[in-house]
């Protein structure tokens, strides 16, 4: 996914660097190539994911360099310092000597070794004289960082309208949204079931979710949550992991966020909210704030 695809790409740059993300060596282009580059970048399964300012930026930083046929543009086996998009000219990609494929104008190449930390996994070597864009390793995954701390302002100041964090602090806060993996679930999807063993925490970003319980043959709707409640936490209060309730997406789309048992204990499970929700009903879970539904549906 691309947020594993983030953090990977952000591996190994100190979190201080972003500071210095607008001081980033910008190089004007006409609006042709600007485009040529961008429609390059989301034709790159890899890339394809990542947010509009990332592709604006990396296609603000790019800059030319021009080759003459014959030259391998990548060694395979070497460590990757560029990423490259193709303007002009003929490219031939091969492993251990074997040819995988030709490139032609507007293709992205020499992601995968910026991406994945890894040695070039091919050569590529231009066949005719080519024009080329290219972007320097260390400012490409600052790109990536940038994003990754945008999203964390953005996970802070959510959190903020979370009724359960409202006496965390900023601190605490942060160290949460540093820890946040976001999840999206389609309608009718059980984001946790009874019953399974469970390892985290869930705070609803957006969407609807049904909580029900079954006991014995019959299964209990308990409520309904919504944007800034949470879910997903008796199970990791230490009383057995198994999870009490099946939580479902009951709308279209439901974006949440997700904390691990290790970073939920640590930060939540000792606020006196959580400490309160989770003492209020032994068994069950802690009462919404909204209204309570109670059928009860036969199976
Ligand atoms: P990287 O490994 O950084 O450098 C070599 C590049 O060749 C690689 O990134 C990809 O962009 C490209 N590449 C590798 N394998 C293939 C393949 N099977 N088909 C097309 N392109 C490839």
Redesign the pocket.
Known sequence: SSKKLKKLAVSGVPIEESEIIKDLPRNPKVSGVKMLIKAAILNNDFLKYLEEDQIDTIVDCMYKKEVPAGTKV?T?GEM?LH?YVTEEGELQ?S?KGEI??N?GRQT????????YD???????QALTPAKLWTIDRRIFQLVMMKTTKTKREAYVSFLKSVPLLQTASEQTLVRIAECLEEETYEQGQYIVRQGEVGDCFFIIMDGEVRVTEKVGNRIQEKRKLNRGDYFGEKALDGNGDVRTASCIAETGIVKCLLLDRGPFLQLIGSLQEMKEALDRRPGSLPRPRSEYVDEQILL
């Open positions: 990548i395979e990757g990423l990609v492993k995988l494929r490139m992205l190449f020499g992601e995968l070794a910026l991406l890894c040695e070039r996994t091919a050569t590529v």
